[in-house]
């Protein structure tokens, strides 16, 4: 079982929709989830993390935490072209100290 | 702009050359570290080093040699490369806690 699972998609999504994504861990430990973009060619960057304490929106961005189930969502909202990219999903433990454990990435085509 | 800078940003190197990869971190970071990103394939983490140590190496051939410095700067020498080496190797900074990963643009690696 991988550590951290992403459906890898496609996820296609009509502009000015709601792209909703979600990403499992399998470490009960987890307690920081962070959220990355990747344009094609192009390193990842960072638009969110959370911590287990809550969940966080920032602009179009929200993160939600369901701990119970063990997974982490991502929704953009208003969904524009320049949002088609790859999302990864990471997660830190607290006893994996500094490491992230990355998921394999959903990639997100908005559609005009 | 994040703050990583990697250079070279292309590199192309027969089997039999060395080279080395270089990144520095403008952010004041305690902790660096090296990724593999091969085409289709989730991230690989490499090395990690917090505070000029390194905390982990992640089954990486000899092939390749970290080196820190100082806390701002990482070095990821090659040598007899082979040619599945080929990939994007991006670096990333955190200051941990809270441990939020920054990435540089990342080296495009081919070898031939």
């Known amino acids: 079982q991988k550590e951290v699972e992403q459906n890898s998609g496609p996820l296609s999504v009509p502009e000015g929709a709601i792209a909703s994504l979600n990403c499992t861990y399998s470490?009960?430990?987890?307690?920081?989830f962070f959220w990355y973009r990747q344009y094609s060619g192009k390193s990842p960057e960072l638009i969110m993390f959370i911590y287990s304490n809550g969940d966080k929106e920032d602009g179009r961005f929200t993160a939600q935490l369901n701990k119970a189930s063990q997974y982490v969502s991502l929704l953009i909202r208003d969904s524009q072209p320049s949002d088609s990219a790859t999302y990864l999903c990471?997660?830190?433990?607290?006893?994996?100290?500094?490491?992230?454990?990355f998921g394999g990435g959903t990639r997100v085509l908005v559609k005009p | 702009e994040t703050g990583v800078t990697q250079t070279p940003r292309h590199l192309v190197m027969g089997m039999t050359n060395k080279k080395s990869l270089k990144c520095e971190q403008h952010l004041g970071h305690n902790a660096m570290y090296w990724y593999k990103q091969s085409a289709k394939k989730p991230l690989e983490l490499m090395f990690v080093y917090n505070f000029k140590e390194q905390t982990e190496n992640n089954s990486v051939p000899s092939r390749f040699s970290p080196e820190c410095p100082n806390s701002s700067h990482l070095f990821l020498h090659l040598h007899t490369l082979q040619p599945e080496d080929s990939a994007l190797y991006l670096c990333?900074?955190?200051?941990?806690?809270?441990?939020?990963?920054?990435f540089g643009p990342g080296t495009r690696l081919t070898v031939t």
């Open positions: 990471a997660v830190k433990a607290e006893a994996a100290g500094n490491k992230l454990t």
């Open positions: 470490d009960r430990g987890s307690q920081s």
């Open positions: 990333a900074s955190s200051q941990d806690p809270p441990g939020e990963q920054y």
